[in-house]
Every structure is written in structure tokens, then in C-alpha cells.
């Protein structure tokens, strides 16, 4: 059976820092709901912090790899420190995706924990840099595939044979 992790604010769950969904509304993905295939996480949430939250960002030179390794920090809008909240949600998305046999996931593009290929500079100034978020790096590391939601097409044409 296909496994597949997913952000949970892609099917609608009020999740993100500011209370809001990113509700992803593709046909695929209620087909994939149906069949079972979805295991939904806010790795935000598991790691800690609530809803609403301050928005938070990778600080600038860094990414989700050097989050990972101890050489970069995640940065709330007011300068907290929020990295280990963002590492414990990380190191349970894995865990989940483990457990679930979660060979693919399906990310949020831009966020901090989720962003795939694209995250906000560090600035809190809404611009984009390439880069992958902790939790997206963290699951790559373990061997999962991950696609951003701006992408789902590439994800369906690996699962959907």
C-alpha cells in the first residue's frame, strides 16, 4: 500500500503560525484520502509550538541540512529561538513517517519545517531563497521522497501507476 505523509494544512486543518489552513484542493489528493494513503502532520504542532505563533524563519546563510547539523537556528519575528521546537517536530515527522511506512511526502513550499525547495530569507521580509526546511531535510535523510505541494503532479506520477 502507497503511504504518504502530508502537511496537514494542505487538507484544510487550521495549523499554520497565524491560525489559517494552505488547503491544497486537487483531485488526486481526495482520491489518495479515500484509499487511505494520507498521514497527516504538523511537525510545527509535534514539536511543540501552538496556533497561532509568531512566524518564524531559518536566519540567513542556512537551511534545514544546517538546522540539522547544529550550525543554523530558526528564528522566531521577535529573535526567539525557536530551533529546538522545530528539530523535536523534525525528528517525529520522521518517526511517523517511519511507522507508517511513509515512502513519500507531500510538503508546504516556503515554510521553515516544510519547504521542499523553497524557504523565506531569514529577514522576516516575505522574500524567497532556494533552500529546504528542517523537517523536508530530515525526512530526505531517512529516505523519504518529498514533493511540495507546488508540485504534485511529479508525486502523482510516481504513485499513481
Known sequence: MTAILVSACLLGQKVRYDGA???????????????????????????GLSVP????????????????SGQGRILDMHGGDVTEAFLHG??????????????????TEASPSCGTDVIYSGHHDG??????????????????QVFSSERIEELAAVIDF
Not at 127 to 144: C, E, I, N
Open 90 to 107: 523534525a525528528k517525529i515527522a520522521v518517526a511517523t513517517a517511519q511507522k507508517h511506512g511513509c515512502k513519500f511526502a507531500l510538503l
Open 21 to 47: 489552513a494552505k488547503t491544497l484542493t486537487d483531485d488526486r489528493l481526495s482520491r489518495w484520502a479515500q484509499k487511505g494513503w494520507l498521514h497527516p502532520i504538523c511537525p510545527e504542532l509535534l514539536g
Open 127 to 144: 522574500v524567497r531563497r532556494a533552500g529546504m526546511g528542517v523537517v523536508a531535510a530530515a525526512l530526505t535523510r531517512a529516505g523519504v
Open 53 to 68: 505563533r509568531l512566524p518564524a524563519e531559518i536566519e540567513p546563510g542556512h537551511d534545514g541540512v544546517s538546522v540539522l
